[in-house]
């Protein structure tokens, strides 16, 4: 049984996964999908290949392909492995283009949600922190700030 407050089931098959998006939630597949292909043909084989999508079905599905590797989740990491990362969340970041990027919908909800769960999880994981990793987390910390993402639209300087 899917707790309520999810928004999709994932089926994770030896050769693909499928996504499952709640009730009729269509909005989500056609983002999923979007971001899936975009990613196909900016930066492929960064992120699972797109397959196969169905926004009409009762539950809107997509399929992707199964990447492999072991989830880094709760493990030590090298520093070889932490640059892996780095430079896969950079190509990830800068992939497609900011003419095509700047066409895509912004998502229209969540954003104040998001600032708040922020907000609830920086008490508990800023005062372990120091040094470079301190800085950077405290940068980004101040951008949601400065985005005025309270305001509708897309934030400043995405």
């Given at each position: 049984?899917?707790?309520?407050?999810?928004?999709?089931?994932?089926e994770?098959?030896?050769?693909?996964?499928?996504?499952?998006?709640?009730?009729?939630?269509?909005?989500?597949?056609?983002?999923e999908?979007?971001?899936?292909t975009?990613?196909?043909?900016?930066?492929?084989?960064?992120?699972?290949?797109?397959?196969?999508?169905?926004?009409?079905?009762?539950?809107?599905?997509?399929?992707?392909?199964?990447?492999?590797?072991?989830?880094?989740?709760?493990?030590?990491?090298?520093?070889?492995?932490?640059?892996?990362?780095?430079?896969?969340?950079?190509?990830?970041?800068?992939?497609?283009?900011?003419g095509?990027?700047?066409?895509?919908?912004?998502?229209?909800?969540?954003?104040?949600?998001?600032?708040?769960?922020?907000?609830?999880?920086?008490?508990?994981?800023?005062?372990?922190?120091?040094?470079?990793?301190?800085?950077?987390?405290?940068?980004?910390?101040?951008?949601?700030?400065?985005?005025?993402?309270?305001?509708?639209?897309?934030?400043?300087?995405?």
């Amino acid at each position: 049984m899917t707790p309520e407050h999810c928004t999709h089931t994932v089926e994770l098959l030896p050769d693909r996964v499928i996504k499952r998006f709640r009730g009729t939630d269509r909005a989500g597949a056609a983002r999923e999908w979007r971001a899936l292909t975009l990613l196909a043909v900016h930066a492929p084989g960064l992120a699972a290949e797109p397959w196969e999508c169905d926004p009409a079905a009762g539950e809107p599905v997509v399929v992707m392909s199964r990447l492999a590797g072991v989830p880094m989740r709760g493990r030590a990491r090298s520093d070889a492995q932490v640059g892996a990362l780095a430079a896969a969340l950079h190509r990830l970041y800068t992939a497609v283009p900011p003419g095509l990027l700047e066409r895509v919908p912004p998502r229209p909800d969540l954003a104040g949600e998001l600032v708040a769960r922020i907000h609830r999880w920086t008490p508990r994981t800023r005062p372990g922190l120091g040094g470079p990793v301190a800085q950077a987390m405290d940068a980004g910390l101040a951008w949601p700030a400065s985005a005025h993402l309270d305001v509708p639209g897309p934030p400043a300087g995405s």
